[in-house]
């Protein structure tokens, strides 16, 4: 508009140059972009991708072990499982205080679980133990009382170990105002007595969220006084006579009298409430899954296992999960492969008629697609049973005899052709979309230059439809390797996939790291073909209906 | 239909007709005659009678209408006497089958969609493929349809029984349909699952509109990263996300119940709306972006010009236009949840049964007809639901064909 020759930087009409102010705009949209984009993005974050490395994370985790046997563990760890012989006695020591400290939470039962997917029989031997484990504690609890009955008294280690201000707050403290005071340790009691002191700890912890009873009122574990035991027997008297406190009288003339009691030898406690205790290999299995990370879960998913002479095969019949992942992959192809033989006939036709004839055909292919799985799976258990449609049309027919009806169905047969039903729309409709694409005068031109039938299909056809053949086949093969319900419902014991077992250990058996690392496994494979997938045909191409 | 094929020569009579003809009733008779018990008697009876058809079909009724009803009545006739009145059913069938297979060899109509040059090798192949492309078509829509009679079944039988085959009435009922409706173990899934699909959808079509429309924009940083991770639910298979959902929403759930004191009940709802919320969210986007990807900016432009502000541009302007693949977006992501049963097997408790959960547990426990009835229903709804996709397929294409490009 003007005529000036101004030969500065373009301006905005505020002012402004005019590329600081485009700057500024495409900012602005970026921001408002995003802006529009971040509650989605952080929806799917929280519910979606969060529970996905959640999975991911528990795979490997493996915590349990040093949490409920944190003493036991630091322990064992110095032990040498080569010499054939079990740990010494200071391990059985920190077992009995762990032991009977997991026992009061119930946390000994988790373990046993956990540790028996590694070393069957380790659970039963972990409830066993758990029963009789008091007993432990309760012959300290006799020595210590009979030494001085104040020891009964909660107050008393309430006194001992827990911190001035805590003592004070739990005195104002009554039931009526709601929550307790959080329990703080003496710092020289946990100097001094640093087992018992622990064990305490997690007694406040209890009594406080779960009993909600007050803990200056409340019994003692038994527990605490095999902790204070070992404690005293190993105090020295100076680190003892700085334990201040109500309690400090008491605790000094403890501590002149435990050295005198006749040692209690735990291991034969714990061999007598049950012999595995005793054995090396119940050892060696906590110590091999003391770490709290562990490749356990994803060895166990390849039929291997970590035994103390390193990493080797599990035995024979206790390998599945590599028979499983093998029959899932083999399956997977054959279905894919039948989809694609079912399928490349007619998206053919649908793409060579006329459209009108073509959009009614479409129909049959996108009904099965909108119709719900478990109605398709259902017409399938019908038709496939021993009493239902096919067999008694080939019974009616009489090529088939009434008393040898064909087994269809809970075998791998019915597996594959349910599936190969439910997957072929998925297969029919990408290489219909990449079929219609190819103009028929292709095929003509073949033929009039003198190729045969055969030729003109195989050298001028299929090279273009390779496309969607890839799309087609990649698509049905990665959903047909995470299918769960159809094999589940017609697979019987003979067609299940990996996923019917992922099932089985989070419903049935609750062996969830393992489900987790088949899970993982199954993921990375997804994830890999979905790469593949994202090369041939671009993610951003998925088209629907 | 025959343009470019001006002349068909007509077939031999003797030497093409009635050998062919004999050959298709050779099959019928046989299948007929087992039925009966006789398939010898069958065989050659079929192969006269059907040679003998196709004789006079082609000799001496030219008008094809009048030629396959008086087939059809005859052969009705034959078979009311054979076998009552599924027989004369099947005898309907059969009749008009072989006349139109008798008119389709006598007037050179196989030929008619194979160019005139085409050898005899030429046209078998071809009608061979249409034939076994028909049986395809058959393998993908006849489980679907057997389900449809089953679910009328007097019985508890999950075949045919000999009375529906007599088309007696006494072999049908509603009784399936009744159960379904009456039972509470079919109402109570029925009615989690309208309360738990149609709030799934809700939030994923509302949160995953506005993304797409954001990720449609020009400058997107990130955009591969981030349409990656939204369509991930789409590419993790179902029972990996059902385990991860499994480990991370009970623990939501203890903390929801902990630290907010709401009911379990309550809790369970949520957590299933949610995981079905996340699986339906990438059909919104993938069907919402396609939409936008077509949709003509000028328009917004030309509104903020007239005065609009961004709100009201996008309710009275880019809304309508993109409606159609919000819809089906949104249907996508309500038959997602409405069909979803792993996700729900592992997050759910017993009070969010829903129907294909209930579907699955009665196939894999106490089988019951009632399964079919339920089946049919949920067909008949994807039917509807198929149809109203396409429609709003249609009216989006001509929506965004009306618009300048």
């Known amino acids: 508009m003007s005529d000036t020759t101004d030969t500065g930087p373009m301006r905005a009409a505020d002012g402004t140059p005019l590329k600081k102010s485009l700057a500024r705009a495409l900012r602005r949209q970026k921001l408002r972009a995003l802006a529009l984009i971040a509650p989605l993005l952080f929806f799917v974050l929280v519910t979606f991708v969060v529970p996905i490395a959640d999975m991911l994370f528990r795979s490997v985790e493996n915590q349990i072990v040093s949490d409920t046997l944190p003493h036991t563990v630091r322990l064992l760890s110095s032990w040498d499982s080569s010499t054939g012989e079990a740990p010494d006695e200071p391990v059985y020591a920190a077992l009995a205080v762990d032991f009977q400290a997991a026992a009061e939470e119930k946390n000994h039962t988790k373990l046993g679980t956990r540790l028996n997917y590694e070393n069957p029989g380790l659970s039963s031997m972990f409830r066993k133990t758990g029963r009789g484990a008091d007993d432990i504690g309760k012959a300290s609890a006799k020595r210590l009382t009979e030494l001085d009955p104040a020891w009964k008294d909660g107050a008393t280690w309430a006194a001992l170990l827990g911190s001035d201000d805590w003592l004070a707050n739990m005195a104002e403290w009554s039931k009526d105002d709601g929550r307790q005071p959080r329990f703080s340790a003496r710092a020289e009691a946990t100097s001094a007595l640093p087992l018992t002191s622990d064990v305490y700890t997690a007694f406040a912890r209890v009594v406080r969220t779960e009993d909600k009873k007050s803990a200056v009122e409340t019994k003692p574990w038994p527990v605490l006084y095999t902790a204070l035991e070992q404690d005293l027997a190993t105090a020295s008297p100076e680190a003892l006579a700085a334990v201040g406190g109500p309690s400090a009288g008491l605790l000094q003339a403890a501590g002149a009298a435990v050295p005198g009691f006749e040692p209690i030898s735990y291991k034969q406690a714990f061999v007598d409430m049950d012999k595995g205790w005793g054995e090396v290999d119940s050892w060696q299995t906590i110590q091999s899954y003391a770490a709290r990370y562990t490749p356990g879960y994803f060895l166990n998913a390849v039929d291997l296992e970590k035994s103390p002479d390193g990493i080797q095969q599990r035995p024979e019949q206790q390998q599945i999960y590599l028979m499983l992942f093998w029959r899932t992959i083999w399956m997977s192809m054959l279905i894919t492969f039948c989809c694609l033989l079912l399928g490349y006939p007619v998206a053919w036709i649908l793409a060579n008629l006329r459209a009108s004839t073509a959009n009614v055909l479409m129909i049959l292919v996108l009904l099965p697609f909108w119709t719900s799985l478990l109605v398709r799976t259902s017409a399938w258990k019908v038709m496939l049973q021993q009493q239902g449609v096919i067999n008694d049309i080939l019974v009616w027919l009489g090529l088939v005899d009434d008393a040898s009806r064909l087994v269809l169905i809970n075998n791998q047969f019915g597996t594959i052709v349910a599936m190969t039903h439910i997957l072929l729309p998925f297969m029919i409709l990408p290489l219909y979309s990449v079929m219609k694409t190819i103009p028929p005068s292709y095929l003509r031109a073949a033929k009039s230059l003198g190729a045969t039938n055969w030729t003109a299909f195989w050298r001028v056809y299929f090279p273009q439809s390779v496309p969607g053949i890839g799309a087609g086949s990649i698509l049905c093969y990665i959903l047909a390797i995470g299918y769960y319900i159809t094999p589940e419902l017609v697979g019987g014991t003979q067609g299940v996939f990996i996923s019917n077992r992922i099932a089985f250990h989070i419903s049935s058996s609750l062996n969830w790291g393992l489900a987790a690392a088949l899970g993982t496994i199954l993921l990375g494979a997804v994830l890999l073909l979905y790469y593949v997938y994202d090369k041939i045909v671009g993610i951003d191409n998925v088209k629907l209906g | 239909m025959s343009i470019g094929h001006p002349e068909i020569p007509k077939p031999s009579l003797t030497g093409f007709t009635v050998p062919l003809m004999a050959v298709a009733g050779l099959l019928l008779g046989y299948v007929v005659g087992t039925a009966k018990g006789q398939p010898l008697l069958g065989l050659i009876a079929g192969a006269a009678v059907a040679a003998a058809l196709g004789f006079v079909l082609a000799s001496f009724v030219p008008d094809r209408r009048v030629g396959r009803l008086g087939t059809a009545v005859v052969a009705a006739i034959a078979g009311f006497v054979m076998a009552g009145v599924s027989g004369a059913v099947v ?136 349409m990656a991770i939204l369509i991930s639910p789409m590419i993790v298979p179902l029972i990996i996300s059902a385990t991860g959902m499994f480990f991370f929403y009970s623990k939501l759930g203890n903390w929801m119940e902990g630290n907010l004191g709401l009911s379990q009940d309550f809790i369970g709802y949520v957590k299933v709306v949610l995981a079905h919320a996340v699986l339906g969210i990438p ?61 729900v097997l592992f997050v759910g408790s017993a009070s969010q049964k829903t129907l294909p959960w209930q579907m699955f547990t009665g196939l894999r426990e106490q089988i019951s007809p009632t399964i079919l009835a339920v089946a049919t229903v949920l067909v008949t709804f994807s039917i509807i639901l198929l149809t109203t996709v396409e429609l709003l397929r249609r009216r989006s294409e001509r929506l965004r064909g009306m618009s300048p490009t």
């Open chain 2, 91 to 226: 005898g309907v069938i059969i009749g008009l089958i072989v006349s139109w297979f008798a008119y389709w060899l006598s007037t050179g109509d196989y030929r008619s969609t194979v160019p005139v040059y085409a050898t005899a090798g030429d046209v078998l192949w071809h009608n061979t493929f249409k034939l076994i492309c028909g049986l395809i078509f058959f393998f993908l829509i006849a489980p679907i349809v057997v389900v449809l009679p089953l679910s009328f079944n007097a019985q508890d039988f999950f075949t045919f029984t000999p009375e529906m085959l007599a088309f007696d009435p006494e072999g049908y009922s509603l009784k399936h349909y009744r159960d379904f409706f009456n039972n509470p173990d079919w109402t109570r899934p029925l009615k989690n699952s309208f309360i738990i699909a149609p709030l799934a959808t809700i939030i994923s079509v509302s949160l995953g509109t506005l993304a797409a429309i954001g990720l449609s924009q020009s400058h997107v940083p990130g955009r591969r990263a981030i």
């Open chain 2, 283 to 343: 059909f919104v986007i993938i069907t919402v972006t396609a939409t936008l990807v077509g949709f003509d900016r000028s328009l917004t432009r030309a509104a903020a010009n007239m005065g609009a502000g961004p709100v009201r541009t996008f309710f009275k302007v880019q809304m309508p236009l993109i409606l159609p693949g919000v819809i089906s977006g949104g249907l996508f992501a309500f038959i997602t949840s409405f069909d979803e049963v792993v996700v």
